[in-house]
């Protein structure tokens, strides 16, 4: 097992699995986390979900890694510690921490309530802290987060479940609210079925929204429209269906971050409609400008929510019965996931329960 030198002194021992390189094999680790802050709380990590991302950083995809990598922005937890000055937890309070862990809290988006699109906002793993210590993420035995970056998580809802709501139900719920697509008068598209898809199918008929999954094969058809409850699968290499729902839709989100060609999808809506993309691909899109001009349609990016919306779309989801459908991993099996998740075979997030299965690791 790995112990890192050389950093920062800290005063608390902490436990995980990290990446050493662009490999992205993950293996125990120990290291250290920050004194818990007089606004800060320390969490004890009780689950923790895989996201897309996590694969795209351990690799190095986004070419901006840096190792040692310890992953896990999906986290749900228990108060263990509580600062001087917190006012928002209790201890044993179960709680949710999402992408983020700080940001300047002094530029708009920040004044807003929108801290996720700070400039200086600090990622939950692969960064440095203001206070200059690193970050690792939630497959680690705790996390310190100031109170303003974790959100309630209530009792309704399943623990395990409400993982990966801190950044896949997040990015749903953030779009539809947003730009006005949550309602019963509003038909939209969702690009793809998978960790952010079908959480966003589940959120737009708690809002009573027409929602249509888009796909490029008919394999989730049936989980789509009996298990998920959307109202119509269409399928975008179909010409022939795709024609018949031309100017269908209000909006769609795409949440596809292979390269894909979104001219097909920008037909599909009416006018003034919003074409919403949430997967970062790799190459540019190539688009006409009239599809955009004939029907003033548009093309957004959104991400994930701030704290405020993020803890209003946690209570929707606990008031509604919203759920991730997930598979619970042991610690030791996180590689075998991971490699799973590049191909496409999970149903449909990855959540580790750490509590029970990180310390037997540890050798």
């Known amino acids: 097992m790995e112990r890192l030198s050389g950093e920062k002194e800290q005063s608390v021992e902490a436990f995980g699995w990290a990446a050493r390189d662009s490999s992205g094999h993950l293996s125990p680790f120990v290291f250290s986390r920050r004194k818990t802050g007089e606004e800060e709380v320390r969490v004890k990590v009780l689950y ?52 983020i862990i700080d940001s300047c809290r002094t530029c708009q988006s920040c004044r807003e309530d929108q801290e996720n699109y700070c400039t200086k906002a600090v990622a939950t793993y692969n960064g440095v802290h203001h ?52 309602g019963p008068d509003k038909h939209i598209g969702i690009v793809g079925l998978g960790g952010l898809g079908h959480i966003g199918v589940r959120f737009a008929k708690a809002f009573g929204t027409k929602v249509t999954v888009i796909s490029s094969t008919t394999g989730k058809s049936k989980d789509a429209l009996e298990t998920l409850g959307a109202d119509g699968f269409l399928v975008s290499t179909d010409e022939d269906q795709m024609k018949a729902a031309t100017g269908t839709m209000d909006g769609i989100i795409d949440t596809v971050s ?15 409609g919003k074409l ?50 997930i598979e619970i991993i042991s610690m030791d ?31």
């Open 48 to 99: 923790c979900g895989i996201c897309h991302s996590d694969l795209h950083c351990l690799k190095n995809e986004w070419h901006s890694s840096t190792y040692p990598l310890v992953p896990g922005h999906e986290i749900v937890g228990e108060v263990s510690e509580i600062g001087s000055k917190v006012s928002k937890f209790n201890l044993g309070d179960k709680v949710g921490v999402g992408c």
């Open 131 to 182: 206070d200059g210590t690193i970050n690792y993420g939630g497959y680690s035995d705790h996390i310190v987060v100031d109170e303003r970056y974790a959100v309630k998580i209530p009792h309704t809802l399943p623990l395990a479940s409400a993982a990966p709501l801190l950044c896949a139900g997040i990015s749903m719920y953030s779009p539809m609210k947003y730009f006005g697509l949550a």
């Open 258 to 272: 292979a390269s894909h060609s979104i001219s097909p999808l920008i037909g599909l809506l009416k006018s003034n």
């Open 276 to 325: 919403v993309l949430l997967g970062a691909t790799e190459k540019p899109f190539d688009i006409s400008a009239f599809s955009l001009i004939l029907g003033r349609k548009s093309i957004a990016g959104s991400g994930i929510g701030g704290m405020k919306e993020t803890q209003e779309m946690i209570d929707f989801a606990a008031e509604h019965g919203i759920k991730a459908e």
């Open 333 to 363: 099996y996180v590689n075998t996931a991971i490699d799973r998740l590049a191909k496409g075979d999970v149903r449909y997030r990855f959540v580790i329960d750490i509590a029970n299965t990180l310390a037997a690791t540890r050798s």
